[in-house]
């Protein structure tokens, strides 16, 4: 029932809007990450795989504006998300994979409302609107409860729920799953997968994106494949078992 509810709110979103980078330049400290690096994404669901230090995380601090590249330009539908913030926050939201990484607020209540009230909205009415949200996803009653209290995956909703209120029209996903028991996996999969929002999704879950429109496999802040899931992880999953049988660690 519940389900049924979020996938008739959200349809009425139904919309793809293009996720654009353009010959971006892009270090952390003294590694460059990407160098030239351009993609445009144009499909409500994709899947970002790659090794560990691929550039995936920094790919998503650049479409949800976290980070400014040293050259080109981040736009999501047509938002210039790193210079122009209050947009940016209505447009892409970001999900973690550590929630804590996210979280700000002592209570739930001040977590979902803050972006709200950031942008001029009264506290009244971000309230009702937090409610809501709270409603939608069966947690009526805890806008006042303590975020301190709550287990990782709950704290997991409590981010989700928070990126939500904005409304953005893309949610980028960084490994959302790690380190959640698998029951709390499959439902919060169930959450995401409801949403007609447009997706990109970085994971190492192979089957949590097998059904998506896209995959793009990350490779030294490069493109190293790019197509339809069928088509892309067979190949990657191969190659990362056959990385995988090599004793080097020296290139962990
Ligand atoms: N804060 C930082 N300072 C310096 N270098 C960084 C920083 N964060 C990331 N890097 C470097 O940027 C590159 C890309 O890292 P990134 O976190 O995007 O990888 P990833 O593909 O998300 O890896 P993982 O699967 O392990 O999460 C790596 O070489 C990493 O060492």
Same mark, same amino acid.
């Given at each position: &029932?519940? &389900?049924?509810?979020?996938?008739?709110?959200?349809? !009425?979103?139904?919309?793809?809007?293009?996720?654009?980078?353009?010959?971006?330049?892009?270090?952390?400290?003294?590694?460059?990450?990407?160098?030239?690096?351009?993609?445009?994404?144009?499909?409500?669901?994709?899947?970002?795989?790659?090794?560990?230090? =691929?550039?995936?995380?920094?790919?998503?601090?650049?479409?949800?504006?976290?980070?400014?590249? %040293?050259?080109?330009?981040?736009?999501?539908?047509?938002?210039?998300? $790193?210079?122009?913030? !209050?947009?940016?926050?209505?447009?892409?939201?970001?999900?973690?994979?550590?929630?804590?990484?996210?979280?700000?607020?002592?209570?739930?209540?001040?977590?979902?409302?803050?972006?709200?009230?950031?942008?001029?909205? =009264?506290?009244?009415?971000?309230?009702?609107?937090?409610?809501? &949200?709270?409603?939608?996803?069966?947690?009526?009653?805890?806008?006042?409860?303590?975020?301190?209290?709550?287990?990782?995956?709950?704290?997991?909703?409590?981010?989700? &729920?928070?990126?939500?209120? +904005?409304?953005?029209?893309?949610?980028?996903?960084?490994?959302?799953?790690?380190?959640?028991?698998?029951?709390?996996?499959?439902?919060?999969?169930?959450?995401?997968?409801?949403?007609?929002?447009?997706?990109?999704?970085?994971?190492? %879950?192979?089957?949590?994106?097998?059904?998506?429109?896209?995959?793009?496999?990350?490779?030294?802040?490069?493109?190293? +494949?790019?197509?339809?899931?069928?088509?892309?992880?067979?190949?990657?999953?191969?190659? +990362?078992?056959?990385?995988?049988? $090599? %004793?080097?660690?020296?290139?962990?």
């Amino acid at each position: &029932m519940q &389900m049924q509810h979020i996938q008739a709110d959200e349809a !009425k979103q139904a919309l793809v809007v293009p996720v654009v980078l353009e010959n971006i330049r892009y270090a952390r400290e003294t590694t460059q990450v990407f160098d030239g690096f351009s993609l445009r994404l144009d499909q409500r669901r994709v899947g970002v795989v790659g090794r560990n230090g =691929s550039g995936k995380s920094q790919l998503a601090r650049l479409i949800a504006g976290l980070a400014a590249p %040293d050259q080109g330009q981040v736009t999501v539908n047509g938002v210039a998300v $790193a210079t122009d913030r !209050k947009a940016a926050i209505s447009t892409v939201g970001i999900l973690f994979q550590n929630p804590d990484h996210q979280i700000i607020f002592p209570t739930v209540g001040e977590e979902l409302t803050f972006g709200l009230t950031a942008q001029g909205m =009264s506290r009244t009415q971000a309230r009702v609107q937090a409610e809501q &949200m709270l409603d939608r996803f069966g947690r009526s009653g805890w806008f006042d409860r303590s975020v301190h209290g709550l287990s990782q995956g709950q704290r997991h909703l409590v981010c989700l &729920m928070a990126v939500l209120m +904005m409304a953005p029209q893309v949610i980028v996903l960084d490994e959302p799953f790690a380190g959640l028991d698998l029951a709390t996996t499959l439902r919060l999969g169930r959450y995401l997968d409801g949403l007609e929002q447009n997706l990109i999704h970085i994971t190492h %879950d192979l089957s949590a994106i097998e059904a998506y429109d896209r995959v793009i496999w990350m490779e030294q802040g490069q493109l190293r +494949m790019d197509g339809p899931p069928a088509q892309v992880l067979p190949v990657y999953e191969a190659q +990362m078992r056959d990385w995988g049988g $090599a %004793d080097d660690l020296a290139d962990l």
